[in-house]
Nanobody, 121 residues
Framework: QVQLVESGGGLVQAGGSLRLACAVS????????MGWFRQAPGKEREFVAT????????DYTDSVKGRFTISRDNAKNTAYLQMNSLKPEDTAVYYC??????????????WGQGTQVIVSS
């Protein structure tokens, strides 16, 4: 059984940083595109970032470009999202996803349960 478990969320002041981790068990993440999505209260889940299976290609939503960085450690079977210069509008539940390149469009083989990020002003 494949499981994705996010961690690293919490409460942070605006301008602060958090590093989210997505630990995968049951299958290697090698060969998978890894992605991060978020869902704010009352809003639909939205794309945040993806990282290709070979680490050569990244994609970010415009609102996080220059502030967030997605990475992966295949040896640890873990993906990360480094979030800097956080803003109150980044407040959301953050979800990790794994799959093909279609992850960019919200189509994933596996999803995590989410980790809450709250940014106070």
């Amino acid at each position: 059984q494949v499981q994705l478990v996010e961690s690293g969320g919490g409460l942070v002041q605006a301008g602060g940083s958090l590093r989210l981790a997505c630990a995968v068990s049951g299958r290697t993440i090698r060969g998978y595109t890894m992605g991060w999505f978020r869902q704010a209260p009352g809003k639909e889940r939205e794309f945040v970032a993806t990282l290709s299976w070979n680490g050569d290609s990244t994609d970010y939503t415009d609102s996080v470009k220059g502030r967030f960085t997605i990475s992966r450690d295949n040896a640890k079977n873990t993906a990360y999202l480094q979030m800097n210069s956080l803003k109150p509008e980044d407040t959301a539940v953050y979800y990790c996803a794994a799959g093909s390149s279609k992850v960019r469009f919200g189509v994933a083989d596996y999803w995590g349960q989410g980790t809450q990020v709250i940014v106070s002003s």
